[in-house]
Structure formats: C-alpha cells, structure tokens
C-alpha cells in the first residue's frame, strides 16, 4: 500500500492507501473520491482523470508518453506544466506521499 | 487477482456453442454456466478455451504480450488460416504497430474534435426524433438506432453520401466475420466482393472531404508516419467500427427503457444521468459480446492451463453479469456505479472510438428526454441472430410526447 494525497478544488484534502500496480486513477475511484471522472476505464481516451502533480516525490513519475501528451491537450481545465492523467500513472511504493490537486471541472 | 502462471489444470470441456441458435437467442443461462464451470474452460466443439468470468477476462484484456490480437480477434486464427481481408492495423495487430496506428486514430477521435462536433450532433438528434415523435410507430432499428450514426458518424469523417446503406454489410461481415464459417458467416459475405470495394474506394483520400475525420487520418500520411495504403487502412477502421455497434446500442437503450418506463422516468427528472444511462445500457445489453485472443505461450490462468497459439473466446456480455463482480447484475439500473464494465473492452484495445458512441448517444439520447415522456414497444420486437454482437432486427416502437 502506498500514501497518495488528492486535494479537490476547494482545498479538502483525502489521504488514500493505493494498492500498489493499480492506477492513480483507480485509486480515486475505489474511494469515492468525486473530483475524478475517468469515463473511458483508464484507456487514455477522456482526458477526466485530469491532475496537477502538487508535490512529494514528484521526480519519481514517468514523462508522460505520446498518447497522454496529446490527450492533456484535451483537458476541461487548461493544461499545466505539472498535467497528468491519473490512469497513466502506476502506484509504487517510491511514489509515497505524492500530492495531486484536482481540477475543478473534469468534462 | 488473478494470477497468471506456467503450470496449471487440465480446462473443463462444457457443452456450450456460442454461436448456436439457442445461445444466440438467449445467451445468460449459457453465460452462467461458462462463469460456473471455471475460471477458463474448454469448448470441443470450436477447438478453443473461453472465460466468462469478470476477473479474468479483464486480466486477458490487460495482458496483450500474452494474449494477442496479431492472429486475429475472431474464431478464426490467421496464423493458420487467411483472413477473408487484410487485417485491421488496430484491430488485429500487437505492439509495437498497434501503438503507433492506434495513437493516430486517438488523436483524431480527441475530446476536443469530439466538443466541437458536439452543436451539429445534437442539432441532428433533435431533428431525427422531431420526425419520429410525428409518427404513429417506427422500426427502431432502421429508423433511429442506424438512421443516426449513418448520418452523423459518416458526415464526421467525410464520407460520400451516396451507398451509405453499404457500411451497415460491411459492419455485419467484420463482426459476424469473427465467428465460425456458419450460416451467418455466409449471409454477412454474400456480397463481399462489392461491398469491399465500395468501402476502399470510399477511404481513399480523394474521396474524403478536406475538413472531416478520415482526411486527419491523412495528415500522418503527410509526416511520412504511413503509407499512403495505410492512412485507407486505418480510415477503414472507422467504418468498419463506427456504425453497427452504435447502432445495435442504440436499439438496446431504446429497448432497455421501453420495458423499464420508471427508468426513462428517473432519466427525464435527471438529466445529469444520461451519460451514466448509456454505461448501464452499455453493462446491461453488451452490443458487442464475443471475441477473441490468442495465446503467444503456454500460459496458466487462475489455475487452468492454456497451451501456447491457442484461441481463447472472452464474453464480456457474461463478464458484464458476472454476480461476483456486480451486485444483482440482471437488473437494469441507471442509478448504479458502472466503472468497470468491459462493454469497450480494457486495456491497449479498449474501443478507440467509445467518446464518439458516448456522444452519439449522449445527445440522442437528450433529444429523446427533452420531448418523449414515454417509450412504448409498438409490436413484437426480433432479436437479430449475430456471431457476436447483440442488437434487434425488428424493435417497432411508439413515442409519446
């Protein structure tokens, strides 16, 4: 199990116990936590499991890959330097303690 | 978890044919017994393994180096015999083609191309079911579930308007083309020859209009990322997966809340639900029920051991009711949580075209809300008999305002 920390758009802040090898995303989801939609499942087809990378180990993430580069282009929310899809990103242990801000709209 | 492994039981043989008439016509009972009988099972009559349960199906799904596309997604194993067309670049192929092809047809299918075809979609909607609400009764199928994508789908991409009425065979000969060499096999490849030709004549650049779907595929003809061939081919993909299965979903939604009115009731005071309502009929009916992998290794799931080059059937229709993963999964529900249905599939081929059927349906299904207070069955409606898709071939229906 490893920490991730979503901050919705008004500021409340969710500590959540990700099951290591599931997404970021599904994460969110399996806890109810209402600022991500993920309509397409994690097939990198959305764009509404839109996050801003906040802060913790933040180097650890993968670059973003041609797909999900493209479809950040596609986001409700204007895309950031710091835009990831959550279904792209892989929950590891060396990920503890990373914090996501959520946009305030998803679609 | 399922887990995947070397060693593993012999599969339990089970007396099930998918693509007989009983099963075609009412499948659950079948699906029980496939979700009941193991985790992976044996069907001798077709030479292959199936699964019906949720959890494995969509670690199958998720596993593409072991269980591929490139041998084709039907019955059917290319590797042994040809293919009755030159396989899809999508479709039918594995990483590291796949995830270049397929990142060219995401780009052009991307929210933002989708938000701006959004007004003209919805514009149609409403015009197509001012039309019907005049009328005293209507076939479902031809009249609505095939009348709006053909129109709109096709205008998207550029298609010429005339022989339209072609992408519905074609539609058939690829889905019913991943089955057996059956009696519908041969029913959908009766005109093949002509209905090939007019769709790659159709996919041609110079057919397409400048300003529309198939003529962004194109554009990576221009960088040099495909050939010429290839840039058809992949135009050929939205033709060959745009129509029937949006218009088979139409016609199940329809269905769904003609037998369900508090449902249709609960949509029209809710209107925030339609997008829910279309994943619940996506669970609930599975337009597209049956395909296939091939295994690339001797490989054990869940216990059961599957030898290498073997074709394994996955239902995502039994998945979709599975009762370990969905609680009382036979009723239809708009109100319930969905994440997690594998209607799209999972995974690296996960529909690539599934914003566009949510669209589609999305504003029909509004235009419907805003003005029809019931859906009615006007006569007795036929299910269609299809190798892998389910939908209706008659569904008469009466719209009351």
């Known amino acids: ?107 | 978890m399922i887990h995947f492994d070397v060693q593993g039981q012999e599969a339990r043989a089970v007396d099930v044919d998918p693509f007989g008439d009983a099963y075609l016509a009412n499948p659950y009972p079948y699906h029980e017994v496939l979700r009941h009988a193991g985790p992976v099972v044996y069907l001798p009559q077709w030479g292959c393994y199936a699964t019906g349960r949720h959890a494995v199906v969509k670690a199958i799904l998720q596993d593409p180096a072991t269980f591929c596309s490139g041998a084709g997604v039907g019955l059917s194993n290319f590797r042994k015999e040809p293919p009755w067309r030159p396989p899809s670049l999508v479709l039918e192929t594995d990483p590291p083609e796949h995830t270049k092809n397929r990142a060219i047809i995401s780009r052009t299918l991307s929210p933002k191309v989708l938000r701006e075809l959004k007004d003209r979609f919805a514009a149609q909607a409403r015009e197509l079911v001012d039309q019907l609400v005049a009328r005293s009764s209507f076939d479902g199928v031809k009249d609505l579930g095939e009348a709006f994508p053909l129109k709109v789908f096709p205008d998207a991409v550029g298609l010429r308007s005339d022989g339209r009425e072609h992408l519905i065979a074609y539609g058939n000969m690829v889905f019913n083309g991943m089955g057996p060499r059956n009696a519908l096999y041969e029913q959908a490849m009766r005109n093949a020859e002509m209905v090939n030709a007019w769709v790659w004549a159709a996919c041609q650049r110079e057919n397409l209009s400048p300003d529309g779907l198939g003529a962004a595929i194109y554009t990576a003809v221009d960088d040099g990322q495909l050939t010429h061939e290839q840039g058809a081919m992949l135009v050929r993909s939205f033709l060959s997966a745009g129509i029937d299965t949006t218009a088979n979903a139409i016609g199940l939604a329809a269905h769904c809340f003609a037998m369900h009115p508090e449902q249709w009731e609960r949509l029209r005071s809710e209107s925030s639900l339609v997008r829910q309502a279309f994943e619940e009929v996506l669970r609930y009916g599975s337009p597209f029920q049956t395909y296939f992998r091939t295994t690339t290794r001797d490989v054990s799931v869940g216990g059961i051991a599957i030898p290498a080059g073997e074709k394994v059937m996955v239902s995502v229709a039994a998945a979709n009711r599975d009762p370990d993963f969905w609680p009382d999964p036979d009723r239809f529900d708009i109100g319930r949580s969905t994440a997690g249905h594998l209607a799209f599939g999972a995974g690296i081929h996960g529909c690539v075209g599934q914003m566009m059927a949510r669209l589609e349906v999305e504003v029909l299904l509004t235009a419907l809300a805003e003005r029809v207070r019931r859906i009615e069955l006007a006569g007795e409606p036929r299910l269609m008999p299809h190798n892998t898709l389910r939908g209706f071939q008659v569904l008469p229906l009466r719209l009351h305002t």
């Open chain 1, 1 to 107: 199990m490893t920490k991730i920390i979503y901050v919705d758009a008004s500021g409340c802040r969710r500590e959540v116990q990700a099951r290591d090898g599931t997404s970021v995303m599904q994460a969110a989801v399996s806890h109810g936590i209402s600022g991500i939609v993920a309509e397409c499942g994690g097939s990198a087809m959305c764009a509404t499991c839109h996050v801003y990378v906040e802060s913790g180990p933040v180097d650890r993430l993968p670059a973003p890959n041609a797909v999900e580069h493209e479809m950040l282009d596609s986001t409700a929310e204007p895309r950031q330097p710091n835009s990831r899809l959550s279904c792209q990103l892989v929950v590891r242990p060396e990920l503890d303690g990373l914090v996501l801000r959520l946009p305030q709209r998803q679609t």
